[in-house]
């Protein structure tokens, strides 16, 4: 019994690889970041790279800044349970008081139901890092 929950277990776990399409895996796929404050009113940043079939934001933004650090830098916070918590971008950080935040969407204007460290990224995909307030 134990054996085949095992085996089960870990079946699933190998799913998603085997339903990708085979002449995907390898391959680099375009992403774009558009970075917005709508605070300080500054022009949107657009910045592109490639990343890995299924890799997710957090390398494609690392691989950006990596490339460019002086037009492209971030902080994230490491939550115990809830993982990589996007802080600041380009020095500008959120903040509890003033109720502002790094805001995740992809385009059009649709929220990102997972952060930066799980959130992956479709081939072509636009990701809006928006700076915004809460109510």
């Known amino acids: 019994m134990?054996?085949?929950v095992i085996l089960l277990l870990s079946s699933l776990l190998l799913l998603p690889g085997l339903l990708a399409n085979n002449s995907e895996i390898g391959k680099e796929f375009p992403v774009?970041?558009?970075v917005q404050d709508t605070i300080h009113?500054?022009?949107?940043?657009?910045?592109?790279t490639t990343i890995p079939y299924r890799a997710i934001l957090l390398g494609a933004m690392r691989k950006i800044s990596e490339a460019?650090?002086?037009n492209f830098r971030f902080e994230i916070r490491e939550d115990t349970y809830y993982g990589p918590f996007l802080v600041?971008?380009?020095g500008v950080a959120g903040n509890d008081?003033?109720?502002?935040?790094?805001?995740?969407l992809k385009e059009p204007n649709t929220p990102l139901k997972q952060g930066v460290g799980c959130y992956?990224?479709?081939?072509?995909?636009t990701i809006i890092l928006r700076f915004t307030t809460w109510d």
């Open 2 to 4: 134990a054996l085949t």
């Open 32 to 34: 774009k970041l558009i």
């Open 41 to 48: 009113l500054t022009p949107d940043q657009i910045l592109q």
């Open 68 to 70: 460019d650090p002086e």
């Open 88 to 90: 600041s971008v380009n």
């Open 97 to 104: 008081t003033a109720h502002t935040y790094w805001e995740l």
């Open 120 to 125: 992956i990224p479709e081939p072509n995909e």
